[in-house]
């Protein structure tokens, strides 16, 4: 279904899956009612950065199944444009299941082998669009995936160096896809062609080694990306950004599912960026944003919009009137 590109301030690319939500807590052979939705790392970032007010197209692989036609709705519905992407009728949409164990933990539980996503390719890319954005987004996930999805992700990134268009990216690794030398390896390459660079402390140590969460920002940065920001859950961030240090603890809110947190802290970081914000109002506008997320079920269905991070800012109670 690809179309003419149109001009929008972020790209991204990568798998959005279906998602199997169990409506209950406990494990999932308890049995459980479950809730069908959609999510993947790349969408929830541009989802995010759609609800603060920027235009952003994503591209990607579904399959020609319900699935696949669940995502691209929900992605139009939130007004990203998925103009650029496939449909590949010899591999199906992936999905994931998604438990709440308990209160506090979540298990996700991956079916994506040989998915229309892991097909992703060189020749699924917009050049052009690319080459006129303000920002390109890209993960771990993606590069993981399979050969022609890693070389979707180095083409991309050559594409946005060469029309000076930043580059961010966030390591999101994941254990089922490739061991950690290998995901270490490929971040060390990626990270010096980046601009933005986001890691859990997990994923930092994996690039940089085990060092205390300022050092790991630090040594992050040195591999070139101004802005190197190391998330840390319920404990806040560490960041370099531009050689100033910068940390700050999460907004105390109750969690009900910890899932895409991270992917809405780098959305609110770079929205607050495309806003021309200082890096301390950026990352505490990331911080809110992943507050939002946490304390609704769902990866991305708790992102703000604009006016609701403005009024959780200047409430003086929970209630809107």
Known sequence: MNSAPTSVEVVTFGETMGVLAADDLGPLRNGHRMVLGMAGAESNVAIGLRRLGHSVAWAGRVGTDPIGRLVLRELRAEGVDVGRAVDDDGAP?????????????SEVIYSRRGSAGSRLCVADLAPE???????????????????????????????ANAHNVSVS????????????????????????????????????????????????????????????????????????IDGVMYSDVAFN??????????????????????????????LRTANLTGAFAVAVPGDWEGLPTRAELAAFVDRTDAVTR
């Not at 390459?189 to 402390?201: G, I, K, T, W």
């Not at 599912?257 to 609110?268: E, I, Q, S, Y």
Request: proline share 3%; aromatic share 6%.
């Open 93 to 105: 949409t992936g999905f994931m299941l998604k438990v709440h164990r308990t209160t506090a933990t």
């Open 129 to 159: 669009l690319i080459a006129q954005a303000r920002v390109l987004h890209v993960t771990g996930i993606t590069a993981a995936l399979s050969a022609s999805a890693f070389e979707a992700v180095n083409a991309a990134i050559d594409i």
């Open 169 to 240: 990216l966030d390591v999101n690794d994941r254990r089922a896809l490739w061991s950690e030398a290998d995901a270490g390896t490929v971040m060390r390459e990626l990270a010096p062609r980046c601009q933005f660079l986001f890691a859990s402390e997990y994923e930092a140590a994996l690039i940089v080694g085990a060092r205390t969460p300022d050092d790991a920002a630090r040594a992050l940065a040195a591999l070139g990306p101004a802005h190197a920001v190391v998330k840390r859950g319920k404990l806040g961030y560490v960041a370099c």
């Open 253 to 282: 809110v109750p969690v009900v599912d910890p899932v895409g947190a991270g992917d809405a802290f780098v959305a609110g970081y770079l929205a607050s960026w495309l806003d021309g914000a200082d890096a301390a109002a950026a």
